[in-house]
């Protein structure tokens, strides 16, 4: 039996207050792809769904967590399958991508290396625009140093070493 491996992106100290903007923005996360969901709401004290939040920030304050599964979600190509984590304390948090090996390493082997850097170059935008100071690609758990393949930090990013390094 082959044992599959999950990769994950994790978007480290994102800060809260542009958690919405990300979500509606930059993900664009439809409601038909949402496969299920789970927020704790902390003013309320229940348990609520991802089409029952008007402000993400708001739903995870002033701390939470909460996950989404969805059908599929664009990252610089389309990713299925795809569980998002939100862990925030008052001011920041990871959010956290977890998806099935195969969505990474499946196909031609030309296709699979232009969505690794698609998927890299989105990663890097998405750093500039939200300010993020560390994102991490790896294996679960990316957040081990043994597991992580890619941590893109404050340094210039080349991309054909970080291509290698997941690929490999």
């Not at 903007?21 to 004290?45: A, Q, R, W, Y």
């Not at 708001?58 to 909460?66: E, H, K, M, N, R």
């Not at 059908?71 to 862990?87: H, M, P, Y």
Request: aromatic share 8%.
């Amino acid at each position: 039996m082959v044992r599959l491996e999950n990769v994950e992106i994790i978007l480290e100290d994102f800060r809260k207050d542009e958690l919405d903007k990300l979500i509606s923005d930059e993900l664009n996360i439809d409601l038909v792809e949402v496969k299920s969901s789970h927020f704790f709401d902390n003013k309320s004290g229940t348990d609520i769904e991802f089409h029952q939040i008007k402000s993400f920030r708001d739903a995870l304050s002033p701390i939470g967590t909460g996950n989404v599964f969805l059908k599929q979600v664009e990252i610089g190509c389309s990713l299925k399958d795809v569980l998002i984590i939100f862990s925030f304390d008052e001011e920041i948090g990871d959010i956290t991508f977890n998806f099935s090996e195969n969505e990474l390493y499946e196909g031609k082997s030309s296709d699979v290396r232009l969505n690794v850097k698609k998927i890299l170059e989105t990663l890097v935008d998405l750093k500039e625009k939200f300010n993020i100071p560390n994102i991490r690609i790896g294996f679960e758990p990316a957040s081990d140093d043994d597991t992580c393949l890619v941590k893109i930090g404050q340094e210039i990013v080349d991309f054909e070493s970080a291509v290698e390094r997941i690929l490999s």
